[in-house]
């Protein structure tokens, strides 16, 4: 069944204008009409490489059919989500990375700014919590607002052997246990459909309700699947809007021409961004609602992009080192930099149409002329025309600069959003010719973690880290 009407969905469309991109605003710093037209090949290599390879678990591109083939699972969610909303005072996932970042910027964007303040009779769902770092003193504090009995822990890791999450795993398993509850009670586990050991724990304990995360879904793909689903579920936010909302951007995203297909443009735009040197992308959301999306987007785009070795196997190192801003908040803070430092960023802006609130500003203080212009307008009026002033301002200094423009902020647009961005470093990945949905960069540092805490396997590496690469007392000051 369609998700509302045809009307609507359209006034909610989400909006590229990639003018401060173009010759024609940037000069000589800015790409021609030849430019564009010379990306041509590759852009229809990209297109042709996403549509060829959709729903390819082997290729990890499984996620772009979860706006499709979720429907039971979708309602096995929602009838979960009543139970634990009945249910507990709190909510936590247990994750990191790719099964922590979706529903921390979910939860920013679609709930109240201060949800876990508000009385629970406002709130109506549990308080929520996603603690995705072993940081002891963010546990031992997390233990002073939950009690363990009245929380409901969303263990979510697809291979159960990350240690951050499976270190506050045995804590918190062991805590129920102290508490005499029965940890299947209080625990829900995403994870992979059989491999990991969540499976190998839930057998263990005589079965934990389980989610899949599926086989052609990585982590910084998930949020689409239960990963997100379920927290977004347990906040009461309207999960298949949010699935139709990606469904939407798809079909948008379904033509070939780079004029009528927004995430292909914007991958076009980076793409030539990245071979001119603009070697960083800065994100800057004119939302308090969208701050979190930034965090999830640099992990989607640093790790499927950030690569040193292309499909056929040649030397590379590629990448665009991602930035997390927010506006006007940062215009205090790092534009500066960004209209007089080097040419070697990209800023993409999100903004937003009609904001939740408008929130008027009071008359006053009209004998002092720097602050009485200010009432009678409205705080809604006042972000949109900083986000204005400052693409402007950049566009004039000869920075590169595009607007993706959300109509509103609900689940509808912020799932077209995720799509789009998903969909645009596929996109991306493919004009650079690196495998998009892989991270073996992560891995070293993983395994010098085990090594560090004696993990059975990584003598070697130890020995390696204690020897050869033992830090020298002469450069330690
Ligand atoms: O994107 C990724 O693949 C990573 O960020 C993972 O999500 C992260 O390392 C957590 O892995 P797991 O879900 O196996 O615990």
């Not at 798809?250 to 004029?259: E, L, P, T, V, Y």
């Not at 204005?388 to 200094?397: D, E, H, S, Y």
């Not at 109509?407 to 470093?425: D, H, R, S, V």
């Not at 020995?463 to 830090?471: H, K, R, T």
Request: proline share 4%; aromatic share 10%; charged share 20%.
């Amino acid at each position: 069944m369609a998700y509302k009407t045809k009307e609507w969905r359209d006034s909610m469309r989400l909006v590229l204008d990639y003018n401060n991109v173009t010759d024609k605003f940037l000069g000589e710093k800015g790409f021609s009409k030849k430019q564009f037209k010379d990306m041509k090949a590759k852009a229809d290599h990209a297109f042709e490489f996403v549509k060829q390879n959709r729903g390819k678990d082997e290729l990890f591109m499984g996620w772009t059919e979860l706006p499709y083939n979720q429907k039971e699972i979708v309602a096995d969610i929602l009838a979960t989500a009543k139970n634990v909303r009945a249910k507990f005072e709190n909510f936590v996932v247990l994750g990191i990375g790719g099964s922590a970042l979706g529903p921390i910027a979910i939860f920013q964007a679609l709930c109240h700014l201060h949800y876990n303040e508000l009385p629970k009779k406002i709130r109506k769902g549990p308080k929520f919590y996603v603690e995705d770092n072993v940081d002891p003193v963010r546990m031992k504090e997390l233990l002073d607002v939950v009690d363990p009995a009245k929380t409901c822990f969303n263990v979510i890791s697809k291979s159960g052997a990350t240690s951050e999450t499976m270190t506050q795993y045995l804590i918190i398993a062991d805590l129920l246990k102290k508490a005499g509850v029965n940890i299947a009670d209080n625990m829900i586990f995403t994870t992979d459909a059989a491999r990991g050991n969540l499976n190998k724990i839930s057998a263990e304990l005589g079965g934990i309700k389980s989610y899949v995360l599926p086989d052609g879904v990585g982590g910084r793909f998930s949020e689409l699947c239960p990963v997100g689903l379920l927290p977004a579920a347990v906040l009461g936010i309207d999960v298949n809007g949010m699935l139709a909302g990606a469904a939407y951007m798809d079909k948008i995203c379904s033509k070939r021409s780079i004029d009528e297909n927004p995430a292909l443009m914007a991958a076009t735009i980076q793409y030539m961004a990245m071979e001119s040197g603009k070697n960083v992308g800065v994100l800057m959301p004119y939302s308090d609602n969208l701050k979190y999306i930034s965090d999830w987007y640099a992990q989607l785009w640093a790790e499927s992009l950030g690569k040193n070795k292309t499909l056929d196997g040649q030397d590379c190192n590629v990448g665009q080192t991602p930035v997390k801003t927010l506006g006007v908040t940062d215009q205090h803070s790092q534009v500066q930099l960004y209209t007089e430092g080097p040419f070697d960023k990209i800023v993409t802006f999100l903004s937003v149409g009609h904001y939740k609130e408008v929130s008027p500003i009071a008359h006053g203080c009209e004998n002092i002329p720097d602050v009485g212009f200010l009432g009678g307008h409205t705080m809604e009026e006042l972000i949109q025309a900083e986000n204005k002033a400052t693409a402007f301002a950049l566009t004039k200094a000869g920075r590169m600069n595009y607007t993706i423009t959300l109509p509103e902020i609900n689940a509808f647009t912020i799932g077209q959003l995720l799509f789009l961005f998903e969909l645009q470093t596929a996109y991306t990945g493919a004009m650079l010719n690196i495998d998009t949905f892989n991270q073996p960069g992560v891995e070293a540092g993983k395994k010098a973690t085990f090594a560090l805490l004696g993990k059975a396997g990584y003598e070697a590496q130890k020995e390696e880290m204690d020897g050869a690469y033992a830090p020298d007392p002469k450069f330690i000051i």
